[in-house]
């Protein structure tokens, strides 16, 4: 995660004056020298060691679990407190890594005390006794941030800065296979809440120093940690200049829970269905973007990653179409392309031939439908929405109940509902089929945004049908079309490689050809490295 572009910004909330009763509390005592919280007080050098500390127990102590620990360095008059959250921090680490090595171990060439303290003091302590791998040396003013994230600060008489300690003892769950993203053939790996982990997992993946990570905070009160992921020699400058540019200029929130806000929050098109950031919880996915030259963004609490900037192509692809050999994954491919053109169109153009277009039906089909609709007292459109909408609150109820329970609610439900209502001739059983056949196209989008984004404009598509018959399908495309090409993604147009035209791209889009042939990066990107695949000889 070290680099040399990794940044850290915070913003510490001005404690607030306490009130007299609370003041109380830390006010001298009547012995000199001494603090009624035990802590010794006094003038001089010591005002330096005392005021820091009583504002942070000012700030934060009196409403968390604040721990202290007094202490003089070895073999000197040299005073040091060190304070931690005792639920955040490693009481192990402090123990064996802090406390041992300067109460036990701790010695300076010259007796000194706190009168002619060696100016050098915090540096000796951090680099000859402490043994843990994170000290920092930071302002009093930026000590509270650190220690609400789970690390020990430790002061020391006469110092004008303060020394955090790395004594984070976070909880997280173990990796496991990602629930949203399954695959047939594929790693099993998925990222889980804790950013640490999953910087580690892409660290393990990408043994290259060019795997650059720009670390910010998030959260106006909250602070939780934000990291920028990206390649560097591959990814375009002016892409990640306005990544970072929208992050740090959006909306401060008291707190981001999940990936989702940051989507809403930089998107360029706000009232847009498709998603402008693709999430994704695969790091096989995160790689691969990586190398394409894209940006990733990370967030501290969830296993969602944001990739930018996102095309609809990459809607319709899974990693697994280039696990398989290339001839199988492109036919897949394009029955995904088949599958969303139904998701979104079939019901629509069901609605438009039997209500409008009734003579361009084949006669014998045509003598079909009539037979099975005979006695449905609705027509086609309320027909479809009635069943459109049991389908999505089934789809929805099985999504929130428990695995097992929600599995046989979705099956048995559309089952039941489906046969009663067409045995009440409420429906007609070809709507039935029409209805199933889009439900389970729906289910083929790999991508779970972009299969609630086609969700949606199917009712679209069906108001247009039931209002101008086939004319308003055609119209609701074309429609539909000018916003996909009008649409953007960070600079990069949403429909890309299709308009504009990058006839290089095309070896990936709506085909996916063999490997060897795709010698080259995204032109979209404007990448800086273009060449991803290099004969033997030039790689010699």
């Given at each position: ?15 607030r ?8 509390a ?7 020298g ?30 968390t679990?604040l721990r ?27 123990n ?6 300067l109460l ?11 009168a ?7 540096d ?13 040396k930071v ?6 941030s ?25 909880k ?6 990602p629930?949203t ?10 990222f889980n ?6 910087l ?5 993946q990408?043994a ?22 990206y ?19 959006m909306?401060?929130?008291d ?11 930089i ?15 695969r790091?096989d ?11 990733v ?20 692809q899974?990693?697994?179409?280039y ?5 199988p ?8 392309y ?14 438009a031939?039997?209500?409008?277009h ?7 089909l ?24 049991a389908?999505?609150?089934l789809?929805?109820?099985g ?15 559309g ?16 709507m ?10 729906s ?16 009712f ?11 004319f ?14 009008k649409?953007?993604s ?14 290089s ?10 490997q ?5 990066r ?7 490295d ?5 004969s ?5």
């Open positions: 995660m070290t680099d040399g572009r990794k940044r850290k910004t915070s913003r510490i909330r001005k404690a004056p306490l009130s007299p009763k609370k003041m109380s830390t006010e001298p005592s009547a012995s000199p001494v603090r009624e919280d035990g802590i010794p007080s006094g003038g001089g050098a010591n005002q330096a060691f005392v005021d820091p500390f009583q504002r942070l127990i000012e700030e934060i102590g009196t409403r679990e202290t620990r007094e202490f003089y360095l070895r073999g000197t008059n040299i005073r040091a407190v060190l304070i931690f959250l005792n639920e955040l921090a490693n009481s192990i680490v402090i064996e890594y802090v406390l041992k090595p036990m171990n701790f010695r300076l060439s010259d007796e000194v005390d706190g002619n303290m060696p100016s050098n003091l915090l000796i302590i951090k680099d000859r006794f402490l043994t843990v791998n994170d000290v920092i302002a009093v003013s930026d000590v509270s650190h220690v609400f994230h789970g690390n020990a600060a430790l002061w020391i008489e006469g110092a004008d800065e303060v020394l955090v300690i790395n004594t984070k003892n976070k997280s769950r173990k990796f496991a296979e629930l993203e399954a695959l047939v053939r594929g790693p099993r790996l998925g809440e804790s950013l640490q982990d999953n580690a997992i892409l660290r393990q990408v290259n120093p060019n795997l650059s990570v720009i670390t910010k905070h998030v959260g106006q009160r909250t602070k939780k940690e934000l990291a920028i992921v390649f560097e020699g591959i990814v375009n400058e002016d892409l990640l200049q306005e990544v970072e540019r929208r992050i740090d200029n909306i401060e929130l707190d981001i829970p999940e990936s989702g806000y940051i989507e809403q929050l998107e360029e098109n706000h009232v847009t269905l498709f998603p402008q950031l693709q999430s994704t919880e790091p996915r995160i790689v691969a973007a990586l190398l394409e030259g894209r940006v963004i990370l967030l501290d609490g969830t296993p969602f990653a944001l990739i930018a900037p996102v095309t609809f192509a990459m809607l319709l899974s990693p697994e179409d696990y398989e050999r290339w001839i994954g492109s036919l897949i491919r394009l029955l995904r088949f599958a969303a053109f139904l998701t979104i169109f079939l019901p629509s153009i069901y609605i031939f039997v209500s409008f009734q003579g361009l039906i084949p006669t014998t045509a003598i079909s439908i009539a037979a099975t609709r005979e006695g449905v007292p609705f027509p086609s459109i309320i027909e479809s929405f009635v069943m459109e909408i389908i999505e609150i789809r929805e109820a999504l929130r109940l428990p695995k097992p329970v929600g599995q046989t609610v979705g099956l048995v439900g089952l039941v509902i489906g046969e009663a209502a067409v045995q009440a001739g409420i429906v007609s059983p070809i039935v089929i029409v209805v199933s056949l889009t439900a389970i196209s289910f083929v989008i790999p991508q779970y945004a972009g299969g609630i984004s086609m969700r949606v404009l199917r679209g598509a069906m108001i247009c049908a039931g209002v101008l018959g086939l308003g399908v055609i119209f609701y495309f074309l429609i539909l079309s000018i916003h996909l090409v649409l953007k960070f600079g990069v147009p949403y429909v890309s490689p299709a308009a504009p035209i990058y006839l791209d095309w070896k990936d889009f709506v085909l996916r050809l063999p060897k042939m795709m010698t080259r995204p032109k979209m990107l404007f990448t800086q273009e060449i991803r695949l290099r033997p000889t030039k790689r010699k």
